[in-house]
């Protein structure tokens, strides 16, 4: 998995909710964003500027954070990112501490190979889910799930529980399909022919 560099500064909680709401809003208007690392021993609170986490933030690659806050190196993945639902702006940020004994969850991007029968014979492949949640340690998690359909037939579909992946638990439900072959409306008129 490839690493992501940023930098953050520490930031104070305010007392009240009254001043929390000012100071996130004070951050907000000033190009920052407010954000959490957790997992640790203990929670920091610490702000990142929108140009630092533009590449992190809008790319379909996953990454694993090196996260330095006033001179401390954390590596972390990004847990949940809350968006403005109108303008579609970062508002929040949450981290989670990653190390090197603990296993951890993420989506990993799944990518089809290969040319299935089913579409020789004139059906449509569909992705249906484009990212699988694993959990495994963070140095064993691959930056993409390669999964080959040369074997799908013509009406046929690859669910969750039928990969296996070395040293990756699959936590998506086992009858979930990943991918299939659809007939199509003129491969349905070549059977009715034949």
């Known amino acids: 998995m490839k ?5 953050g500064k520490s930031r104070e909680v305010a007392a009240t909710s ?8 004070a951050m907000r208007k000033n190009n920052e964003i407010p954000a959490v690392l957790y997992g640790g021993e203990k929670v ?3 702000t990142l500027t929108k140009d630092s986490v533009r590449n ?3 790319t379909p690659e996953i990454y694993v954070v090196e996260l330095t ?3 401390n190196k954390t590596m972390a993945i990004v847990k949940d990112i809350q968006f403005q639902p109108v303008t579609d702006a970062i508002l929040h940020m949450d981290f989670l501490e990653v190390s090197e004994n603990k296993p951890v969850v993420m989506e990993v991007p799944v990518i089809l190979e290969g040319h299935a029968e089913g579409v ?3 059906g449509k492949l569909n992705l249906q889910m484009r990212k699988l949640k694993v959990k495994a340690l963070y140095t064993a998690i691959p930056e993409k799930l390669y999964i080959n359909v040369d074997h799908l037939g013509l009406g046929k ?6 990969l296996h992946f070395e040293g990756l638990e699959l936590m998506n439900a086992k009858n979930a399909v990943v991918c299939a072959v659809q007939l ?11």
């Open 44 to 46: 920091s609170h610490f």
């Open 157 to 162: 579909t690859i669910q969750v529980g039928a």
């Open 56 to 58: 992190l933030v809008y």
């Open 3 to 7: 690493t992501f560099q940023l930098e």
């Open 18 to 25: 009254a001043d929390q709401k000012r100071a996130l809003k």
């Open 69 to 71: 806050i006033d001179g």
């Open 120 to 122: 020789k014979a004139g």
């Open 184 to 194: 199509t409306r003129a491969a349905r008129g070549a059977q009715a022919k034949a």
